[in-house]
């Protein structure tokens, strides 16, 4: 299984940051994982944004649930996310990941892709 | 909210040593805690699931243990390979601060 992360690298302060993570070799619809997005600022640790399961339930880290959003397009095998009224402090390496629904561990990881926010 | 302290924040240690990290989660989360390693450049690898069980390929020099709110990895015979940062997570949701494992 891989998942890869796409999108922009680039963002302007107060517009919304969209990326996509499609998921090959395997299915997005399995009812073992969640599957979540987590990101890291240039220099500092790891933090969890959210997850969300093939049904679309979802839960959010709730310093960022007011400007997160995401989705899943089981057609497609892919989960999105959208952050909104970005600013510089949303500069980051963004990952997203599968998550066991029974150990509730991130065993799958993406590369990780690098968005900067500025004008 | 339940926030995870790692410490310490960074450690020297030479080839063959011994190392330890703990992690203390600010309310009791039974054995859902996760450890990755992370290397520069590169993405986190899980290392540790439910406290104490070791990920499928992973050296069994690491080991976890724990519950409740106190939480140990332990690196029974450090390797070269293992210089790296180490995160410990809460179920699926907060991170700990890392712990950089550098060369004495």
């Known amino acids: 299984l891989q998942l890869q992360e796409s999108g922009p690298g680039l963002v302007k302060p107060s517009e919304t940051l969209s990326l996509t993570c499609t998921v090959s070799?395997?299915?997005?619809?399995?009812?073992?994982?969640?599957w979540g997005w987590i990101r890291q600022p240039p220099g500092k640790g790891l933090e969890w944004i959210g997850s969300?399961?093939?049904?679309?339930?979802?839960y959010y880290n709730p310093s960022l649930k007011s400007r997160v959003t995401i989705s899943v397009d089981t057609s497609n095998n892919q989960f999105s996310l959208k952050l909104s009224s970005v600013t510089a402090a949303d500069t980051a390496v963004y990952y997203c990941?599968?998550?066991?629904?029974?150990?509730?561990?991130?065993?799958?990881w993406g590369q990780g892709t690098t968005v900067t926010v500025s004008s | 909210d339940i926030q995870m302290t790692q410490s310490p924040s960074s450690v020297s240690a030479s080839v063959g040593d011994r190392v330890t990290i703990t992690c203390r989660a600010s309310?009791?989360?039974?054995?859902?805690l996760a450890w990755y390693q992370q290397k520069p450049g590169k993405a986190p690898k899980l290392l540790i699931y439910?406290?104490?069980n070791l990920q499928s390929g992973v050296p069994s020099r690491f080991s976890g243990s724990g519950s409740g709110t106190d939480f140990t990895l332990t690196i029974s015979s450090l390797q070269p390979e293992d210089f790296a940062t180490y995160y410990c997570?809460?179920?699926?949701?907060?991170f700990g601060g890392g712990t950089k494992v550098e060369i004495k």
């Open positions: 997570q809460q179920a699926s949701s907060p």
């Open positions: 309310q009791g989360i039974s054995s859902w």
């Open positions: 969300i399961y093939y049904s679309g339930s979802t």
């Open positions: 990941a599968r998550r066991d629904y029974h150990s509730y561990a991130m065993d799958v």
């Open positions: 070799g395997g299915s997005i619809s399995s009812s073992s994982y969640y």
């Open positions: 439910a406290a104490s």
